[in-house]
């Protein structure tokens, strides 16, 4: 193979490694606005796929949702310390009818499924234990999750 071609694959590997890490979050992160109001939206697409695989109740699937988007912040928090403030978006990607010609399910959309919010300054004064917190303790009470959407039925 040609030396530009073994870079650009190089590339995309190095690229998609970080999301097999051993504490790797389900979904897709983007951290679409790291000062002021921060934004960072997760992508969910895969955890409530799997949510539905499994059947899971509208409860439970509503607390795995909720410790991925703990867990997101906690890894987003050392590139928010010029935030005022931070959101969490939990999306997921809709699907609709199986297309006749390609058999398979058809984009129905963006589902923007919950919302966690909290202030810079408590993301900040907990960076340090933020992602043991986020693995199994409880939600600190500066954290306010709200569900905006509805899931997928099941």
């Keep these: 193979m040609r030396p530009a071609i073994l870079a650009s694959l190089a590339a995309m590997v190095l690229t998609a490694l970080p999301a097999y890490a ?5 979904g897709k992160i983007v951290l679409a606005r790291a000062s ?4 960072i939206i997760y992508d969910a697409t ?17 607390d795995r ?7 997101v912040l906690a890894q ?27 058999g398979s ?9 919950a919302v966690l919010t909290c202030s810079g300054a408590d993301v900040k004064s907990d960076r340090d234990a933020f992602k043991e917190k986020a693995a ?11 569900v905006v959407g509805k899931l997928p039925p099941r």
């Design 22 to 26: 051993d504490d790797a979050i389900p």
């Design 36 to 39: 002021g109001s921060a934004i």
């Design 46 to 62: 895969s955890e409530v796929a799997s949510v539905v695989h499994d059947k899971v109740v509208d409860a439970q699937a509503n």
């Design 65 to 71: 949702l909720e410790r991925d988007a703990f867990r």
């Design 76 to 102: 987003e928090a050392p590139n928010l310390s010029a935030a005022s403030s931070v959101t969490v978006r939990v999306t997921y990607a809709e699907t609709g009818d199986v297309s006749p010609v390609y």
């Design 105 to 113: 399910p058809t984009f129905a959309g963006i589902e923007r499924y």
């Design 136 to 146: 199994t303790a409880a939600f600190p009470g500066w954290l306010k999750f709200e």
